[in-house]
């Protein structure tokens, strides 16, 4: 909104510019619980599943992986197999 605001853009577009820009600063907390709901369920079923191999398995594992990749605190660690 800087750039806008030195451009000498209009009031009415700076502001829905700082309304899309707050309401996207609330939506990020909320995404990261509920990816981190979703690597929890994800990890849960891979630790309950009574198929430990097959392609479905190993994508899900990779998932797992790269997820965790994405967060910069450690993840309760769910066992699996």
Do not use: W
């Not at 577009?13 to 990261?32: A, F, T, W, Y």
């Not at 630790?47 to 450690?74: C, H, I, N």
């Amino acid at each position: 909104t800087a750039a806008m605001k030195d451009k000498g853009a209009d009031p009415y577009d700076l502001k829905q510019q700082e309304n899309v820009l707050g309401e996207s600063r609330m939506m990020i907390p909320d995404c990261h619980k509920r990816l981190e709901a979703a690597l929890a369920d994800l990890k849960s079923t891979l630790a309950e599943s009574e198929v430990k191999e097959g392609p479905e398995v190993e994508d899900a594992k990779k998932t797992v992986e790269e997820v965790e990749k994405q967060f910069p605190q450690k993840m309760p660690d769910l066992a699996i197999q």
